[in-house]
């Protein structure tokens, strides 16, 4: 894997996705730039190698990168004790049309609060399949969840184009029958059972998420591992890079996207 004379410094992670610490020049070792993720992994020259290694992977974090977060805007949202946000269950990001960005880069840039609050991140339609296994017994036997939960546990795969359509029928059952905090424990488990990426952010990190391609395509959502309260939160920042020559998230397809405040 090389950007050029630029070799990724890998992480010693076995996980979901590929963890970068950093790039150096195979010639000198030297240290690439401090904002590398713009410097090189995203320059002209080697931006098809590093989409493509996105859709191969499906999820690469780029670690301790600086520089300037101009092209980001600000992922906003929050949650309350009393109901989930759409956030917090796994979702694509960025658009309510039919045309969803292929990539999404969600990044927690240096600032003087951490960020405490974690974003889960795993396959589709890993999460689809988990999120029905993990239903409580009285969830079920809810109309067509009954049977779809019946399939999978017997082995048998959804299919395709009932993805969505079933994710969407477990979430509003979800929001309808349990209470906030029972059904963020109910997605904890999701996440377990789903294999999902879910360290902690640490400052100057960008994860790249394959959120809609013909390779692999992940889905993420806000996930506390505590109950949320009034304790300062970082913020993160995203942009779709993918799409429209790296502009920021409000300037591509205006008609067809909405902003996902809800990260």
């Given at each position: ?41 995203l320059a002209a020259e080697h931006r ?146 789903a294999g999902a990426y879910r360290q ?64």
């Amino acid at each position: 894997m090389r950007f050029g004379p630029w070799r990724p410094v890998r992480s010693a992670w076995s996980g979901l996705g590929l963890v970068i610490e950093g790039v150096v020049d195979d010639d000198t070792g030297a240290a690439g730039p401090d904002d590398y993720v713009n410097a090189i992994l995203l320059a002209a020259e080697h931006r098809d190698a590093l989409f493509a290694l996105v859709d191969r992977e499906g999820l690469v974090v780029c670690k301790n990168v600086g520089g300037d977060d101009a092209a980001y805007e600000d992922v906003r949202g929050r949650s309350s004790r009393g109901r989930l946000s759409q956030g917090e269950y796994y979702h694509h990001d960025g658009c309510t049309g039919p045309i969803k960005p292929r990539v999404v880069e969600i990044r927690c840039p240096r600032q003087a609060i951490a960020r405490h609050t974690h974003t889960a991140i795993a396959r589709f339609p890993d999460t689809v399949h988990a999120m029905l296994l993990e239903l409580p017994a009285a969830l079920r036997q809810d109309g067509e969840l009954a049977a779809h939960h019946a399939a999978v546990a017997a082995g048998a795969p959804i299919a395709a184009d009932a993805w969505d359509h079933v994710q969407g029928a477990v979430i509003r059952t979800v929001r309808r029958a349990l209470s906030a905090e029972e059904a963020r424990a109910y997605l904890r488990a999701v996440d377990v059972r789903a294999g999902a990426y879910r360290q902690p952010w640490t400052m100057g990190e960008s994860r790249f998420i394959a959120n809609a391609n013909a390779g692999r395509t992940l889905q993420h959502r806000r996930a506390y591992l505590e109950p949320p309260g009034t304790r300062p939160n970082g913020k993160l920042v995203k942009r779709w890079p993918a799409d429209a020559d790296a502009a920021p998230a409000d300037a591509i397809a205006p008609a067809l996207c909405a902003r996902d405040d809800h990260d």
